[in-house]
């Protein structure tokens, strides 16, 4: 009997941490007629609003490795959503596509900051239809090409607590004569 009531519990204990999971919600949105689709991810067993993080990711895009990345640092503190910089069905086969990918957004300052700016607004309404982001605490994270996009809305005057860019591709302005609005 003792053994039984033993593994019950331990059933219980499995079962109920096993309802708490990372949470990948792949989320759409268009920009200028083309369709786009980010990933929010977080922790569901939290019910707090924790920090928002905004993911810019390298020139792969939104991709397994990203989330997997995403899921990393979202933890059960953070609320991450990786943006798609590219738009939907995105799929590079070689170095080539996605060097022209990233020619394309780099060479239109306006594209990349519209781009990156739709993908920040729709993480914090999303965020905030769920309850989950204190959008008073919003930070980004960048990589690559990512990072100078992210850079690129820093510049534009949009609120971060923080940044972080690794590796960053592209850290000068596409416009260096132009305002800097980093707040």
Known sequence: ??????????LMLISSSASATMVERKIGYEIGGKAFEGVLVYDDSVKV??????????????????????????GKD????????????????DVKEMAAAV?????????????????????????GKLGIIDSAKVAGIGFCFGGGAL????REG????ALTV???????????????QIK
């Open 1 to 10: 009997m003792r053994h039984f009531i033993l593994a019950s519990a331990a």
């Open 49 to 74: 609003k924790r920090p928002a993080i905004l993911m810019e990711p390298d020139w792969k895009g939104v991709n397994p490795n990203a989330v997997a990345t995403a899921r990393e640092v979202a």
């Open 78 to 93: 953070y609320v991450v959503f990786v943006a798609d910089l590219f738009g939907v069905g995105y799929a590079p086969k």
């Open 103 to 127: 020619a394309a957004v780099h060479g239109d300052i306006n594209l990349m900051r519209v781009r990156g700016g739709n993908a920040l607004d729709v993480m914090l309404a999303e965020g």
């Open 151 to 154: 850079l690129e809305l820093a």
């Open 158 to 161: 949009r609120e971060f607590k």
């Open 166 to 180: 690794f590796h960053v591709t592209y850290p000068q302005s596409v416009d260096p004569t132009g305002p800097s």
